[in-house]
């Protein structure tokens, strides 16, 4: 069955810290792979897709087949950072979520 | 820039009433979706809809439920008769293609629904 696994709930990290959230899939075809914002208070937004290969924010995320993962970086951790995230597969037109992670920077 | 409104933000209903969500997608998009999240729970997919079908549905979207886009701009989602478990915040998202590679799919702030 396709699934999306987030391991981690809460990680919290100090300003200026790296930061990696994880993620990890499991899909029979060629997955393409979401990872989408919720600042408090906020609706869902997309932050990045793997086809991009873009930098949102600092923040960036390879896919790798091989491991199957997804995880999302950023080297320096900011404040305003802090939210949940939440890693997703498109399979065929629906979103399949993880269970998502609130990462908290603190200053 | 262009956003997909719900109301209402957060709804109060007894147990066996019927609920009607209310959603406007962004205007040129033509696929449409809902969601849900239990508290505590991941995002789950409910139903997608596009040219006045349900395109696919989850085991969660049963005969209680139902879609219907009754004019040009709204999007609804109606539960027939309510459960205390679908006590959850409901999304709907719009997009402009369908599964594709490059497909974005943007979401609503939530109506937020407890059944007591």
């Known amino acids: 069955a396709q699934r999306v696994t987030q391991p981690e709930k809460l990680l919290s990290v100090f300003k200026g810290a790296p930061v990696e959230l994880k993620c990890n899939y499991s899909?029979?075809?060629?997955?393409?792979l979401f990872w989408y914002v919720q600042y408090s208070r906020q609706r869902l937004q997309l932050l990045l897709r793997?086809?991009s290969r873009e930098s949102i924010k600092g923040f960036t995320a390879d896919l790798n087949k091989g491991e199957t993962s997804f995880h999302l970086k950023k080297p320096f951790a900011q404040e305003e950072d802090s939210a949940m995230y939440y890693c997703?597969?498109?399979?065929?037109?629906?979103?399949?979520f993880g269970q998502g992670t609130e990462l908290s920077v603190k200053p | 820039e262009p956003e997909v409104t719900q109301t209402p933000s957060h709804q109060v209903t007894q147990m066996g009433q019927e609920v009607i969500l209310r959603c406007v997608p962004i205007?040129?998009?033509?696929?449409f979706y809902w969601y849900r999240q239990i508290l505590g729970q991941k995002v789950e997919f409910l139903v997608s809809?596009?040219?006045?079908?349900?395109?696919?549905k989850s085991e969660i979207f049963d005969d209680q439920f139902s879609v219907e886009r009754p004019d040009g701009s709204n999007f609804t989602l109606k539960i027939r008769s309510t459960k205390l478990e679908d006590s959850a915040m409901y999304f709907c998202?719009?997009?402009?293609?369908?599964?594709?590679?490059?497909?974005?799919?943007?979401f609503g702030p939530g109506t937020r629904l407890l059944v007591l």
């Open positions: 997703a597969l498109n399979q065929g037109g629906k979103l399949i």
């Open positions: 809809f596009y040219n006045n079908e349900i395109s696919e």
């Open positions: 205007s040129n998009h033509l696929y």
């Open positions: 899909y029979s075809g060629s997955p393409e």
């Open positions: 998202a719009s997009s402009d293609t369908y599964g594709g590679v490059g497909e974005t799919q943007y």
């Open positions: 793997h086809i």
